[in-house]
């Protein structure tokens, strides 16, 4: 027994219902439930041709407007953490999924994925996609990234699109999310990583379904497009990184090694098929993006900027005069994440700028040494930066950890 999610804003409300019809027509799906933004254009069309849909399908199917449940940005958190609260407090169902509605290549398998990963016994199961090689900047360079700096040991680096939205939770899980105020709180698009997050802290065994079709949506523009949903996934990494996941040195006992306390069950499935216009497709508009280096800069930039040290400021500074990211590469980037988290502040226009100057500098230097060179190269290239990251904060933690040991038993002695 289930109910399937599409939370939605502005979209093509043809494609919507297209999607609303494949999931009502599924088998094992109980009940279909479209969560609105706002009374809009795609909301009407939607409240119009549902009765219909439902005759045809001989299916529940609902629409309702997301409610304010948190204290960011009104956004997709809501959305989805008001389909949380209606599953748990209006239905019985086993299992809720959230599909994005935008989705041009969805159909009854990506549904029949998740449940038959929800029958062999995961709480969690999550759909990753083949994406071209210059698709995926917050998740490589955001996500992954702060994943793999701030908790090397744990599960979440190896999590292959933390920020998908293509998901399935199990009663229990969605009862803990909701008891959880952080993750009522992220109403904004930091919600995904909020889920992922959450599910590793509470070792959820999770399995990651391939779909090989991939997920063809509107394209994005310039990296403006991404802008706010990197401020506040950053922002949601920044918010999360005094736990302490699973990390307990054991220096004396295992020279220099870390057990994994709340280590989970974790399998991803083989990604067998990558389809050729995943190849072919470049993520952005690489000419658009350049300008935006050297445009919206303030006083007050200038001033935040004297955190960094002066390689990296002045390649920032070079900016205003013409685009300069090549000395942005995985470790001028490590560098300037790791001030970023010490120092970033959501609430200031001026630091949210400094972010995204710095992370589409990070991309185009990424774009223009490493994507270039192929797609098998650059997706090489993304999974051992990460593995690379993980490496040196694990040694460095280690480090850290040996030398606090040896404070301490001096201080004994
Ligand atoms: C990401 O980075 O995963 C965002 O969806 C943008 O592609």
Request: proline share 4%.
């Amino acid at each position: 027994m289930c109910l399937v999610v599409f939370p939605f804003k502005k979209e093509n409300p043809q494609v919507v219902l297209n999607n609303v019809k494949i999931a009502a027509q599924h088998p094992k799906v109980d009940e279909v439930l479209c969560v609105g933004v706002e009374k809009e254009e795609t909301y009407r069309s939607l409240e119009q041709n549902i009765p219909q849909l439902k005759m045809e399908t001989n299916k529940d199917i609902n629409l309702i407007l997301q409610e304010r449940i948190g204290n960011k940005r009104p956004g997709k958190g809501d959305g989805m953490n008001t389909a949380l609260k209606y599953f748990l407090e209006e239905t019985d169902h086993n299992e809720i999924l959230f599909f994005d509605s935008d989705i041009t290549t969805f159909g009854p398998n990506w549904i029949s994925k998740l449940l038959e990963g929800a029958e062999l016994g995961y709480p969690v199961v999550r759909h990753y996609f083949p994406r071209c090689s210059t698709d995926g900047m917050i998740t490589w360079m955001i996500t992954k990234t702060g994943f793999a700096l701030l908790w090397p040991t744990s599960e979440l680096p190896w999590i292959e699109q933390p920020l998908g939205g293509e998901l399935l939770f199990k009663r229990e899980v969605v009862e803990r999310f909701l008891q959880q105020e952080e993750v009522r709180n992220r109403s904004d698009w930091g919600i995904d990583t909020m889920y992922t997050f959450y599910s590793v802290k509470y070792c959820y065994p999770m399995l990651e379904t391939y779909i090989s079709e991939g997920k063809l949506h509107k394209l994005y523009g310039k990296l403006t497009d991404l802008k706010t949903m990197l401020v506040e996934c950053f922002d949601t990494i920044q918010s999360l990184r005094d736990h302490s996941l699973e990390l307990i040195p054991k220096v004396n006992e295992m020279e220099g090694s870390f057990l994994c306390k709340g280590g989970i069950i974790h399998r991803a499935e083989h990604p067998h098929e990558v389809p050729q216009d995943v190849f072919e497709k470049i993520g952005f508009d690489i000419e658009g993006s350049l300008t935006l280096l050297m445009e919206n800069w303030t006083p007050g930039m200038e001033d935040l900027l004297s955190v960094f040290p002066r390689r990296i400021r002045d390649g920032v500074y070079a900016n205003k005069k013409a685009p300069s990211f090549s000395f942005l590469d995985e470790h001028t980037w490590r560098e300037a994440y790791l001030i970023l988290l010490d120092h970033f502040d959501i609430n200031n226009e001026d630091w949210q700028e400094i972010l995204f100057k710095l992370w589409v500098g990070r991309v185009l230097c990424y774009t223009t040494t490493i994507a270039l060179r192929g797609y098998y190269f650059a997706m090489r290239y993304l999974y051992s930066m990460i593995d690379r990251y993980m490496n040196y904060s694990a040694k460095h933690k280690i480090k850290k950890a040996k030398k606090e040991e040896k404070n301490e038993n001096s201080s004994c002695a």
